[in-house]
C-alpha cells in the first residue's frame, strides 16, 4: 500500500502540474487561493470518507432538488402521461423537460430579488474562502445539485452580463458537476458513499482547475449580481416575464437536445470510420490507451489501472450510466481503493455529448461574441472535466485503500 500511496500523491501534484502547464495565463495564477481549496479538499474527503454526518449532508441537501425535480415529472405526465414513471426513461424526459419547471422557478425567485440576495450572501462567504469571484464560487455550488444545463439556464441572466472570458470559465466549470435528480440512480448502481463523497470535492476541484487553466482578473465592480430590470428601468410586468422565461425555457431544451444529437452521432460516425482502419479501433479504446498512465498515478496496480483506463475511456466517449451498467454487478469484488476512485472518476457529466449540451445551452443564452469564445475554447473544456474526475478521485483515493 504504502506505494501506491506515494504514486497517488504523485498523481495528485501532476493533475495540478497538468493544470499549471496548460494555462492561458500562468502569471495570473492565484497559488494562495489553490492552496487553501486544495487544503478544504482534503479536509473534505477525509470527512466524507470516514463520518457519516457529512454524507447525510449531501444527502438531504440532493434529496431535496430531486424532489423539486419529481413535481416537475408531474406536469410532464399531464402532457405526456407514457413518457414518465416508465422502466427507462429517455434523456429527454429526465434531464431536460424539467428545465420547463426549475427554469422559471429560478426566474421567478430572480424577478422577486430572492435569488440575487442568495447569490449575494453565499457567494461573498465561498469567495472569501476560495478567493474566487462571488457569482462563480455560487456558480461551483448551484451546479452540485441542479446540473450543468440548468444551472446555466436559470443564470441567463448574468450570463449576459458578464465578459466573455468569465462565460468560459462557467463553460469549464458545467463540464465537472452531476444533477441532484440522478444521484438516486448514481446510488443504486455504485457504492453511495462514493457517489455522495465525489459531489461537493468536484466543486471544490472545478473551481481549483478553472483557476489554474483560466484564471480571471474580476474587478470589485464587476463583481456584482445581475438585477432584472426593463429598458426604462422598470421591472417588465410579472405574467410578461413569466410567459417569456417558460418560453425561453422551451427553446433551450429544443437546443440542448438537437446539440446532444449531433454531438453523439458525430462520435459514431468517427468510429464507424475508425473501424474501417481496424475493427479494434474506436474512440474509447484510444482513449483508455491515453489515460492508462493518469489511471496508474491514481495509485492502482498494473491490471486495475488498465482497467481503469478502458473504463475512463468508456465513459468519456459515451458516458457515466455506461460504466455503471457494466460494473454494477462485479464492483463488490474489487478492492476497496480501486471502487473508490473508479465510482468518484464517473461521478460526473464530463463527456463528449456534455460538450453539446453546453454548447447548445450557451447558444440559446447569449451573444455571439460569447459563444464563440466558448467554441474556440471546446480542448478547454474537456481538459477541465478530466482534470477535475481525476483530481476528485485521486483526493479520495487518498484515504480509502
Not at 440576495?117 to 462571488?134: A, D, E, H, N, V
Not at 472570458?165 to 444521484?183: D, E, F, K, P
Amino acid at each position: 500500500m504504502s506505494m501506491y500511496l506515494v504514486v497517488n500523491i504523485l498523481g495528485l501534484f501532476i493533475f495540478l502540474g497538468i493544470g499549471f502547464l496548460f494555462s492561458k495565463n500562468r502569471k495570473g495564477i492565484q497559488w494562495k487561493s489553490i492552496a487553501i481549496m486544495v487544503v478544504l479538499n482534503l479536509f473534505l474527503a477525509w470527512f466524507l470518507t470516514s463520518f457519516g454526518v457529512g454524507r447525510a449532508i449531501v444527502s438531504g441537501a440532493a434529496d431535496g432538488f430531486n424532489w423539486l425535480v419529481q413535481v416537475a415529472y408531474t406536469g410532464i405526465e399531464f402532457a405526456l402521461p407514457s413518457w414518465v414513471h416508465v422502466k427507462s426513461m429517455d434523456f429527454v424526459t429526465s434531464a431536460l423537460l424539467p428545465i420547463l419547471l426549475i427554469v422559471p422557478l429560478f426566474d421567478i425567485l430572480t424577478y422577486i430579488g430572492v435569488l440575487p440576495f442568495i447569490i449575494k450572501w453565499i457567494g461573498k462567504g465561498l469567495s472569501f474562502i476560495t478567493g474566487q469571484p462571488k457569482f462563480e464560487s455560487f456558480f461551483a455550488v448551484e451546479m452540485m445539485f441542479l446540473g450543468n444545463t440548468e444551472a446555466l439556464a436559470v443564470s441567463s441572466l448574468q450570463l449576459k452580463q458578464i465578459k466573455a472570458q468569465r462565460n468560459v470559465t462557467l463553460a469549464m466549470m458545467s463540464m465537472s458537476c452531476v444533477t441532484a435528480s440522478i444521484i438516486g440512480s448514481y446510488i443504486q448502481m455504485m457504492p453511495g458513499q462514493f457517489i455522495l463523497t465525489a459531489i461537493p470535492i468536484n466543486i471544490i476541484n472545478a473551481i481549483i482547475v478553472t483557476s489554474l487553466l483560466n484564471p480571471v482578473t474580476v474587478e470589485p465592480e464587476e463583481d456584482t449580481i445581475a438585477k432584472l430590470h426593463g429598458e426604462d428601468g422598470k421591472k417588465e410586468p410579472f405574467f410578461s416575464f413569466l410567459g417569456d422565461s417558460i418560453l425561453g425555457a422551451g427553446r433551450l431544451i429544443l437546443i440542448i437536445a438537437a446539440n446532444v444529437i449531433a454531438f453523439v452521432a458525430l462520435a459514431a460516425l468517427i468510429d464507424k470510420i475508425l473501424q474501417l482502419v481496424n475493427p479494434w479501433l474506436t474512440l474509447e479504446h484510444i482513449l483508455g490507451i491515453v489515460m492508462y498512465p493518469f489511471a496508474w498515478l491514481l495509485g492502482l496496480n498494473g491490471s486495475d489501472s488498465f482497467q481503469m483506463a478502458q473504463y475512463m475511456g468508456t465513459k468519456l466517449v459515451t458516458n457515466e450510466f455506461v460504466v455503471m451498467g457494466k460494473v454494477t454487478s462485479i464492483i463488490k469484488d474489487f478492492d476497496p481503493h480501486f471502487k473508490a476512485v473508479l465510482t468518484v472518476f464517473i461521478t460526473s457529466f464530463a463527456n463528449f455529448s456534455t460538450l453539446g449540451m453546453i454548447i447548445g445551452c450557451f447558444k440559446g443564452i447569449v451573444d455571439k461574441e460569447k459563444n464563440d469564445a466558448i467554441s474556440k475554447n471546446v480542448g478547454y473544456m474537456l481538459l477541465s472535466g478530466i482534470l477535475v474526475s481525476l483530481l476528485s478521485a485521486a483526493f479520495v483515493g487518498l484515504f480509502v485503500w
